[in-house]
């Protein structure tokens, strides 16, 4: 993960770093393959649309050594701890004055954030914004 996550800042800068994180989830999790490889990194980041022999030159000896990134996932992680969330994936509802409705975390939680949006909608005078 520190390999691919060393690759998206430049995965960013060609508009592509979503598309970098899905490839690797979808990889990883769904197609079964070992992302700790070269091989498995380069499916990656083919998947992703983005050239390996760039990644290569990122990822080579030092590259993914560079603290830039680390500092972005840290601000990241902080920020979920922020709003009292710790695990991934992590939802936060908010209402219309960005104020946290709801927090969970986990996909098996996505019933509880469906239930939220749809108990919302029915109260229309909670300043929930509806268009």
């Known amino acids: 993960m520190e390999r691919c996550y060393s690759l998206y800042p430049w995965a960013v800068s060609e508009g592509r770093g979503v598309e970098l994180l899905s ?3 979808r990889a990883a999790f769904r197609e079964g393959v070992n992302t700790n490889t070269d091989a498995g990194l380069r499916h990656v980041v083919e998947a992703a649309g983005l050239p390996w022999a760039d990644a290569q030159s990122i990822v080579g000896k030092d ?3 560079d603290h830039a990134w680390r500092d972005e996932i840290e601000a990241n992680r902080q920020a979920m701890y922020d709003f ?3 695990g991934v994936p992590s939802f936060r509802l908010l209402d219309a004055a960005g104020e946290t409705r709801l927090r969970v975390w986990g996909q098996d ?7 939220e949006i ?4 029915a109260r229309p005078d909670d300043g929930v914004p509806r268009g």
């Open 118 to 121: 749809q108990r919302a909608l």
């Open 109 to 115: 939680r996505l019933w509880l954030v469906a239930h």
């Open 23 to 25: 490839a690797f989830m």
């Open 84 to 86: 009292e969330l710790w």
């Open 63 to 65: 590259g993914w050594n």
